[in-house]
C-alpha cells in the first residue's frame, strides 16, 4: 500500500470540507478526516482563531460550523487544485 503523508494544508481542507458537509460533532470530525484527538483539537483551535470555523455549544456538546471566511479560502483552494496537475513522483 501508498501511503502519502498529508500535508498541514491538505489536513486543515480536509477538516473545512468535512464540517462543511454537515459533520460538525469533533468526534465525528476526527473520524472522518482520519486524524488523531491531539492534534484534531490543535488544528480546530487554529482554523477558530483564524475566523475559518465558529465553535458552538449546547449543553455539554461541541458543534463546529465553518464561516463565511472558510467557505471562502475553501472555494479558493478548491480552484487552486483543479489549475494544478500534481503527477506521481
Not at 502519502?4 to 489536513?11: D, G, T
Not at 483539537?41 to 472558510?70: A, F, H, P, V, W
Amino acid at each position: 500500500m501508498n501511503m502519502i503523508k498529508r500535508s498541514r494544508l491538505e489536513i486543515y481542507l480536509d477538516i473545512l470540507q468535512t464540517i462543511r458537509s454537515g459533520v460538525q460533532k469533533p468526534t465525528r470530525i476526527m473520524y472522518s478526516t482520519n486524524l488523531s484527538w491531539n492534534p484534531l483539537q490543535e488544528i480546530l483551535d487554529s482554523l477558530i482563531s483564524q475566523g475559518l470555523i465558529e465553535m458552538r455549544e449546547e449543553g455539554n456538546r461541541k458543534r463546529y460550523e465553518i464561516t463565511e471566511k472558510g467557505r471562502t479560502a475553501l472555494k479558493y483552494f478548491n480552484q487552486a487544485k483543479k489549475l494544478i496537475t500534481i503527477g506521481e513522483v
